[in-house]
């Protein structure tokens, strides 16, 4: 399939300035953060929800996944709006620190899940929330903290794929700090990448499993069934490039394989089926980091043809959250938003068979980041 130069018409050439609405999007997070330090104590200050929910809805009490910055990182790499830059760093360096305070709490640089109503199913909502390796989670009180309103709100089980997201977001973070002269944020940040990425490593990679594995928070033993969670630490950069070719071996086996893949379980694992949410289905949004992460690695081939298959099954079958890994057929919502993922497959240059290609306002100015560009991610 070919989709041409001006899929966006006359309007690629001249659209209107959209930095002030990008800006008040963003905003929403920050009267959030607002709103919720308002009535937290101190060590629960400067969250942000997985969603905003305005009354009578009451506000969810736990975390979204940590990629806001390098979701502001997109954006700035396509509008360089350096108002946006002012307007967030602070405000994301803050998010990040509620992460490593209240979801590492040993201190030793793992990302668990956890939620301050102690209800399980929220914690879990902090990640893929029907995840194999979290059949087992419970909720703790604060290991060394200790006080009259603290309450079990600590998951007991450390996710690769929440660690992995946080460094993506502290390598972007980084970056935009470099970018906007601020040098002791981006020192900071690149500390907490550097004994993140050790972590996992030393504690989560799983050499015959070939993929990075949950473990238990206290004990640190590894919690045995590979699900999507561990394949995330590829688009963060975390494996050494060693890991990384063992990683791209077991993702061509038939256990990942699937007809539509990449499931988001072990296919030989006795809860693997292929409609189940989390538990064997196949979702375009971690598609695309998995391919973006692989192709970083030069395992490029292989991007292209989990690329071009989930492509091809949503030409074939429509838009929608997520998959049916045998059928391909749609699951969920049609039409969902993180399936928008799709088209950023092809602008990304991960597919082989599937192109797409935006009218460039600047001429030899790319607006999308390239192949070349993933690099960075281990830089």
Avoid at 58 to 83: C, H, M, T
Avoid at 139 to 148: A, E, F, Q
Avoid at 175 to 195: P, Q, S, V, Y
Wanted: glycine share 8%; hydrophobic share 40%.
């Amino acid at each position: 399939m070919d989709l041409g130069h001006d899929v966006c018409g006359r309007s690629a050439q001249h659209p209107p300035d959209k930095k002030n609405v990008i800006r008040g999007i963003f905003q929403n997070y920050w009267d959030f953060q607002d709103r919720w330090n308002q009535v937290m104590p101190d060590y629960a200050r400067d969250m942000v929800t997985v969603a905003i929910k305005t009354a009578p809805q009451e506000v969810r009490p736990f975390s979204q996944i940590p990629i806001l910055a390098w979701g502001v990182e997109r954006v700035y790499r396509r509008n360089r709006d350096k108002e946006l830059l002012d307007q967030c760093l602070g405000r994301l360096e803050r998010f990040h620190d509620w992460f490593w305070r209240e979801r590492d709490v040993t201190g030793l640089g793992l990302i668990a899940v956890g939620s301050y109503s102690g209800i399980l199913q929220h914690a879990r909502w902090e990640t893929f929330d029907y995840d194999c390796s979290m059949d087992d989670l419970k909720l703790t009180s604060h290991p060394v903290r200790k006080g009259p309103n603290e309450g079990a709100w600590y998951g007991d089980i450390c996710m690769a794929g929440n660690t992995a997201y946080l460094i993506l977001g502290e390598r972007s973070l980084a970056r935009l700090a470099k970018i906007a002269g601020d040098a002791a944020m981006a020192a900071r940040r690149e500390k907490r990448i550097e004994k993140a990425i050790g972590a996992m490593r030393a504690h989560m990679w799983d050499e015959k499993a070939g993929t990075f594995l949950a473990v238990n928070r206290d004990s640190l033993e590894k919690i045995p069934v590979a699900t999507i969670s561990g394949w995330i630490p590829l688009a963060a950069g975390v494996p050494t490039e060693a890991m990384a070719g063992r990683m791209a071996d077991v993702l061509s086996t038939p256990a990942w394989q699937t007809p539509l893949p990449v499931p988001t379980v072990d296919r030989t694992d006795k809860r693997w089926k292929s409609s189940d949410f989390w538990r064997g289905d196949v979702w375009p949004s971690t598609n695309y980091q998995i391919a973006g992460g692989l192709a970083a690695y030069g395992q490029t081939s292989l991007a292209a043809g989990i690329s071009d298959k989930t492509i091809a099954n949503a030409i074939q079958n429509g838009i929608s959250e997520h998959y049916d890994s045998i059928s391909g057929k749609p699951l969920g919502v049609e039409d969902y938003c993180m399936s928008c993922t799709l088209v950023t497959m092809m602008l990304d240059g991960l597919t082989q068979k599937n192109r797409l290609k935006l009218r460039e306002r600047n001429p030899g100015v790319s607006e999308f980041p390239q192949p070349a560009d993933r690099q960075t991610l281990r830089s």
